[in-house]
């Protein structure tokens, strides 16, 4: 299995533009989670999805935040408008048991 | 609310040293606690899982111990080696829900 998939990578755009993230889950993983991590903050729990319907969405900081997942094998994270705060390198995991998560590489977004 | 807390925040150690990292979390009604390996740049890999019924742990070089009771947890690395360098988190996952609390990590250098 190739693991989570994520892109892009990076993402450096202005303020004020629209981001999209979007992960691939492994096969056969029913829960799909999405972290952000900063200096400050560290890895921080935005959103989790268990077959395809959001469960835990206490951690998205606010309104501009959204993500969605229309089928089992894709997740988007969607930020707008963005802003410089918003700065940070986001995760993807995914898992199907309440064992261990298995995370993507990571997004690294720069709002500029 | 469950808080997690990782000391040292930093440590570099000559090759070849013994070392523990240590984790403390405030809340003791856990499921299973993680612990996590990160390189710069990249995305969090499984070290070992341990479940809230066990004490401990091993893989290899490492260890990990918990004691539920008094909050802590710890990774013990023997003969540690220069790839062993990389950030360590600690993270908790409760009696409900599916997701992890996170440390903040412990950012290990082991000196050649």
């Known amino acids: 299995d190739a693991g989570v998939i994520q892109s892009p990578r990076h993402e450096v755009t202005e303020m004020g533009q629209e981001v999209t993230l979007r992960c691939k889950p492994i096969?056969?993983?029913?829960?799909l989670f999405w972290y952000r991590q900063t200096m400050m903050r560290g890895l921080e729990l935005l959103i989790y999805?268990?077959?395809?319907?959001?469960?835990?969405d206490s951690g998205m900081p606010e309104d501009r935040f959204s993500a969605k997942m229309p089928n089992a094998s894709f997740s988007t994270l969607k930020i707008q408008p963005s802003e410089p705060r918003d700065s940070a390198v986001y995760f993807c995991?995914?898992?199907?048991?309440?064992?261990?998560?298995?995370f993507g590489p990571g997004t690294r977004l720069t709002v500029l | 609310k469950q808080e997690v807390t990782q000391i040292p925040a930093a440590l570099s150690v000559p090759e070849g040293e013994n070392l523990v990292l240590n984790c403390s979390f405030t809340?003791?009604?856990?499921?299973?606690l993680q612990w996590f390996r990160q390189d710069p740049g990249k995305g969090l890999t499984s070290l070992l899982l341990?479940?809230?019924?066990?004490r401990e742990q091993t893989s290899g070089r490492l260890n990990a111990s918990l004691d539920k009771s008094s909050g802590r947890s710890t990774l013990y690395i023997a003969a540690s080696q220069p790839g062993d360098s990389a950030t360590y988190l600690c993270?908790?996952?409760?009696?409900?829900?599916?997701?992890?609390?996170f440390g903040p990590g412990t950012r290990l250098s082991v000196l050649p």
């Open positions: 995991a995914s898992t199907s048991s309440r064992d261990t998560q298995y």
């Open positions: 096969s056969g993983h029913d829960y």
């Open positions: 999805f268990n077959n395809n319907v959001p469960i835990d």
């Open positions: 809340d003791s009604a856990i499921y299973n």
């Open positions: 341990i479940q809230s019924s066990q």
């Open positions: 993270a908790v996952r409760g009696n409900y829900g599916q997701n992890f609390v």
